[in-house]
Nanobody
Framework: QVQLVESGGGLVQPGGSLRLSCAVS????????MNWYRQAPGKQRDLVAT???????SYADSVKGRFTISRDNAKNTVYLQMNSLKPDDTAVYYC???????????WGQGTQVTVAS
């Protein structure tokens, strides 16, 4: 069983920064596409950023230029650096691991990010 454990959420003022981390329990990390999703109260869960196993990244338009996704295959960890945070970024952020070949997918438990003054 693969487990994903997020950390790094919290309360931050508008314009501030946070870095989320997601540690993956098994050494299959390098084979998976890693994603960050977020879900605000009353809204659907949306894809925020993606990093493929070979390092290609993509971002939702709403976070382009502010968020950066990265991965450390040696540490089985993916990161989401979030800068210039806005109140609209407030949500529970979820880490997701997806295997494009066999379609296996795993989710973390989520970490709350609140942007408020």
């Amino acid at each position: 069983q693969v487990q994903l454990v997020e950390s790094g959420g919290g309360l931050v003022q508008p314009g501030g920064s946070l870095r989320l981390s997601c540690a993956v329990s098994r050494n299959i990390f390098s084979l998976y596409t890693m994603n960050w999703y977020r879900q605000a109260p009353g809204k659907q869960r949306d894809l925020v950023a993606t990093i493929a196993s070979f390092g290609t990244t993509s971002y939702a338009d709403s976070v382009k230029g502010r968020f950066t996704i990265s991965r450390d295959n040696a540490k089985n960890t993916v990161y989401l650096q979030m800068n210039s945070l806005k109140p609209d970024d407030t949500a529970v952020y979820y880490c997701n691991a997806f295997q494009p070949i066999n379609k296996y997918t795993y989710w973390g438990q989520g970490t709350q990010v609140t942007v408020a003054s």
